[in-house]
């Protein structure tokens, strides 16, 4: 079973997108940043048996158009709202964020409480990631100074999303209501060779304090997993989907 991948026509530019399977709700993956659709094969199939899916490649990333003005948050919702709008994907969503995604689902759900059923953060970002910042090494600081120094040289890549994130924070934290939905944090369980040990546990307690967001809220574990459960350990990921698919049913 494959995807196919097609192709749409918004106001900002032409973005790569798929569905498949039909029922409701209406499930939206959010990919992390610069990830791919390919980045959901794990565990689509089994979630399309029983809802309709989509996922998309945001603006500069593999088949969709580069990005021609500033990837905030604000401007990613609006224009994720434009796609689903375009396919005939209707409200409410379940929300499915994966890293830099888990921001925009936050911020979408903010913006348009009606419009979102549920929200499963899997690893996800938080905006107090910002402040991770001054645990990174003199080395690292640098070698993202010239990186963002060469994107600026690029009219595409200046836009591209990962330099909003602090944007995307404040846009965050500027609308205080958050709907009371059934909300599911997934993180990973395992050490991560590639980031410090303090700034893994600031990350989870991070994550943790997502559950805040609503009273109806769960956290699970990826024991066996580092960043990326839905690759480690999908059945974890498509369990948690389904459990918050059929709470939804069921109110």
Same mark, same amino acid.
């Given at each position: 079973?494959?995807?196919?991948?097609?192709?749409?026509?918004?106001?900002?530019?032409?973005?790569?997108?798929?569905?498949?399977?039909?029922?409701?709700?209406?499930?939206?993956?959010?990919?992390?940043?610069?990830?791919?659709?390919?980045?959901?094969?794990?565990?689509?199939?089994?979630?399309?048996?029983?809802?309709?899916?989509?996922?998309?490649?945001?603006?500069?990333?593999?088949?969709?158009?580069?990005?021609?003005?500033?990837?905030?948050?604000?401007?990613?919702?609006?224009?994720?709202?434009?796609?689903?709008?375009?396919?005939?994907?209707?409200?409410?969503?379940?929300?499915?964020?994966?890293?830099?995604?888990?921001?925009? =689902?936050?911020?979408?759900?903010? &913006?348009?409480?009606?419009?979102?059923?549920?929200?499963? /953060?899997?690893?996800? *970002?938080? %905006? @107090?990631?910002?402040?991770?910042?001054?645990?990174?090494?003199?080395?690292?600081?640098?070698?993202?100074?010239?990186?963002?120094?060469?994107?600026?040289?690029?009219?595409?890549?200046?836009?591209?999303?990962?330099?909003?994130?602090?944007?995307?924070?404040?846009?965050?934290?500027?609308?205080?209501?958050?709907?009371?939905?059934?909300?599911?944090?997934?993180?990973?369980?395992?050490?991560?060779?590639?980031?410090?040990?303090?700034?893994?546990?600031?990350?989870?307690?991070?994550?943790?304090?997502?559950? =805040?967001?609503?009273?109806?809220? &769960?956290?699970?574990?990826?024991?066996?997993?580092?960043? /990326?459960?839905?690759? *480690?350990? %999908? @059945?974890?990921?498509?369990?948690?989907?389904?459990?918050?698919?059929?709470?939804?049913?069921?109110?």
């Amino acid at each position: 079973m494959t995807q196919k991948h097609l192709k749409m026509e918004t106001t900002r530019g032409k973005l790569q997108y798929c569905i498949s399977g039909s029922g409701k709700p209406n499930i939206v993956l959010i990919n992390g940043g610069a990830g791919p659709i390919e980045g959901w094969l794990k565990i689509w199939p089994e979630i399309s048996e029983s809802s309709s899916v989509f996922s998309y490649n945001r603006f500069g990333v593999t088949g969709s158009d580069k990005p021609q003005q500033p990837q905030d948050g604000l401007t990613i919702v609006e224009t994720l709202r434009e796609a689903l709008k375009i396919v005939g994907f209707e409200p409410p969503f379940l929300l499915v964020g994966h890293s830099l995604g888990g921001l925009y =689902a936050n911020l979408f759900a903010r &913006l348009y409480p009606d419009e979102v059923a549920g929200i499963v /953060f899997l690893e996800s *970002s938080h %905006p @107090k990631d910002i402040s991770l910042d001054e645990h990174q090494g003199k080395i690292v600081k640098t070698i993202n100074k010239i990186l963002s120094m060469f994107d600026s040289l690029s009219s595409h890549k200046q836009f591209n999303e990962v330099h909003f994130v602090k944007k995307t924070a404040e846009q965050i934290h500027a609308i205080d209501h958050f709907p009371h939905i059934p909300i599911y944090v997934i993180t990973g369980g395992k050490e991560n060779r590639m980031m410090p040990e303090e700034v893994r546990k600031k990350r989870i307690n991070h994550q943790l304090e997502l559950l =805040a967001l609503s009273s109806n809220s &769960l956290h699970i574990t990826a024991e066996k997993s580092g960043h /990326f459960p839905q690759f *480690s350990e %999908p @059945k974890v990921v498509i369990d948690t989907i389904k459990d918050c698919v059929r709470q939804i049913r069921q109110s």
